[in-house]
């Protein structure tokens, strides 16, 4: 797919699935963020840049570990979670994050001026994840670490047939190359490429907990990638997607109507 392209449906379609996203997603996430957290290791008074912040999730822990001496700048494609992430840290009074519209592979910000950068299951989302590598890079001082988590390979995460299900109802893919970043070793080269050093990845498989048929599909259609896609859908062709997809996952689904579904991340970190 075209970057224009790409960048238009991710950009629109988390503006339309915002509003869902911590309601789909918080609790499935929260393993794989913590990770993160924990690799990246911010101190009080350092400044992080965050690429792809969604609703602030992980922006908002950053703030706490760097504290007020420290700054957070979080970014994302999309206005309304921009917007999100901008209110969702001033309702828990944390001035000292900032809020910014930006493509992760552009980061506009001047070279070297953050201790860290921080992605968490964006890359998955950019045209060419090896760009926004190299962003997050420019953006850090020497010596100063990049850490992204991505969602791991697709046999590994059970609920992978929502793509081609839409996929076949829509003309361009929606995420061309969602799984390609989770490949083993396959970010670790972007940033090997990129000129980081000391490069680490760390593969960590859980179980994500669904309550119900509808909060299986509230995340997976409304609060996620294909957001954008699905809101074109008639109601006919919606009920079709969501007979074919809860289908794929039967297997997860328990005898309580709860669906337990693997899924897998991967965490990459270097050094400028
Ligand atoms: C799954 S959410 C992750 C949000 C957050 N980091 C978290 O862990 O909860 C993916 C986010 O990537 C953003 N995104 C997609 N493509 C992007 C791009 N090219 N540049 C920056 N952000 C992008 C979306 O707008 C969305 O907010």
């Known amino acids: 797919?075209?970057?224009?392209?790409?960048?238009?449906?991710?950009r629109?379609?988390?503006?339309a699935a915002a509003k869902f996203y911590e309601e789909g997603w918080r609790a499935q996430l929260m393993p794989a963020q913590r990770t993160l957290l924990e690799v990246v290791a911010l101190v009080a008074g350092e400044k992080v840049i965050e690429a792809a912040c969604g609703s602030g999730l992980v922006t908002k822990e950053m703030a706490?570990?760097?504290?007020?001496?420290?700054?957070?700048?979080?970014?994302?494609?999309?206005?309304?979670?921009?917007?999100?992430?901008r209110a969702n840290c001033a309702d828990d009074g944390l001035s000292w994050v900032t809020t910014a519209r930006m493509n992760a592979d552009d980061l506009a910000v001047a070279e070297g001026r953050f201790d860290a950068a921080v992605c968490a299951l964006g890359l998955m989302y950019v045209p060419e994840p090896f760009a926004a590598v190299q962003s997050m890079r420019r953006a850090v001082r020497p010596g100063g670490r990049v850490v992204a988590t991505v969602w791991g390979?697709?046999?590994?995460?059970?609920?992978?047939?929502?793509?081609?299900?839409?996929?076949a109802r829509v003309q361009s893919e929606v995420c061309p190359l969602f799984y390609a970043c989770g490949v083993?070793?396959?970010?670790?080269?972007?940033?090997?490429?990129?000129?980081l050093t000391g490069i680490a990845e760390h593969r960590q498989k859980e179980v994500l907990e669904f309550a119900s048929d509808r909060a299986l599909l509230t995340a997976m259609l409304v609060g996620g990638p294909v957001a954008l896609a699905v809101k074109r859908f008639t109601p006919q062709i919606m009920a079709e997607v969501e007979q074919e997809f809860l289908h794929s996952v039967r297997d997860h689904r328990s005898s309580d109507?709860?669906?337990?579904?693997?899924?897998?991340?991967?965490t990459v970190r270097g050094r400028r």
């Open 257 to 266: 109507g709860r669906y337990l579904i693997p899924g897998e991340f991967v």
């Open 1 to 10: 797919m075209e970057a224009k392209l790409q960048n238009r449906v991710q």
């Open 153 to 167: 390979e697709r046999r590994n995460c059970g609920w992978a047939e929502i793509f081609p299900i839409v996929d």
């Open 64 to 85: 706490h570990a760097v504290g007020p001496s420290g700054e957070v700048l979080a970014t994302d494609l999309s206005q309304n979670m921009t917007d999100l992430t």
């Open 184 to 195: 083993p070793g396959a970010l670790a080269h972007d940033f090997a490429r990129a000129g």
């Open 12 to 15: 629109y379609g988390w503006d």
